[in-house]
């Protein structure tokens, strides 16, 4: 198993690791700093080099339980290689401020209009997520939506990350009353969740990486919108950097 370095700590941008497999196009490390493509978030990319050999990362993904850091070109490292890792931390930094957001966005939509967030996508430039029960999305609310998750971005709340035990996690969520629904649907052979609390505004289970503050994050700008299926509208957002 391939220790996940980014769940204890979003701000790893470079670490070592020890090749322990090699497959024609990926390779599998003991422990990583990449984040791998999941919950919506895109997977990171960068770079692993050993000496004079360099190898570009494109996407790292899970497959039947490995993590697979996959590459283009030829693989130069054998198995048991030391090798450094850098990720892309520009494309990195901008997932984080942006998943932070969409928690900050989806919490909103809960407290304000009653909406679950039923899908995300996270990626540099402009993200998105999908809501529900909702009809149109129009300019009033639109307006709304924007200055209320600026108001709650400019109280520069701490973001913090903690593993927790399953009942812990679920109780320590349901006492606050934040969901659990999607906490619950989780296999029992899950037995810890990391839940990530945004100051006393928000706390939910997620794997994501996220910035320490809401400083960070800048300003949300509330795009289009578009309904995708019955009662569903996907909001699209960008951020202003501070
Ligand atoms: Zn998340």
């Not at 990926?26 to 080099?49: E, H, K, M, N």
């Not at 190898?55 to 850091?69: A, Y």
């Not at 996690?169 to 810890?192: C, D, H």
């Not at 949300?220 to 569903?232: D, L, P, R, T």
């Amino acid at each position: 198993m391939t220790d996940l370095l980014y769940m204890s700590d979003n701000y790893i941008r470079e670490f070592d690791a020890l090749v322990q497999k090699v497959a024609e196009d990926y390779l599998v490390l003991d422990q990583t700093a990449f984040y791998y493509l999941g919950g919506g978030q895109s997977s990171d990319r960068g770079i692993l080099s050993f000496k004079d050999a360099t190898l570009r990362i494109d996407e790292v993904r899970k497959v039947e339980g490995e993590i697979c850091h996959f590459a283009k070109d030829p693989i130069p490292f054998g198995v048991g290689t030391e090798v450094h890792g850098v990720l892309d931390w520009d494309f990195r930094y901008e997932c984080m401020r942006f998943h932070t957001a969409q928690h900050l966005l989806s919490r909103y939509l809960q407290l304000h209009y009653n909406l679950n967030t039923v899908g995300n996508m996270i990626k540099p430039g402009s993200s998105r997520a999908d809501f529900t029960p909702l009809e149109k999305f129009d300019d009033a609310m639109k307006n709304d939506v924007e200055v209320g998750v600026n108001d709650i971005l400019a109280k520069e709340l701490d973001v913090e990350t903690l593993m927790m035990p399953r009942d812990k996690a679920i109780s320590f969520l349901n006492k606050r009353g934040y969901q659990t629904r999607y906490l619950e649907m989780v296999p029992e052979s899950v037995t810890e969740f990391r839940v990530l609390i945004i100051g006393d505004y928000d706390a939910a289970s997620c794997a994501g990486t996220h910035v320490a503050n809401t400083r960070e994050i800048g300003k949300i700008q509330i795009g289009k919108s578009k309904n995708v299926g019955a009662g569903k509208q996907r909001i699209y957002f960008s951020l202003k950097a501070p």
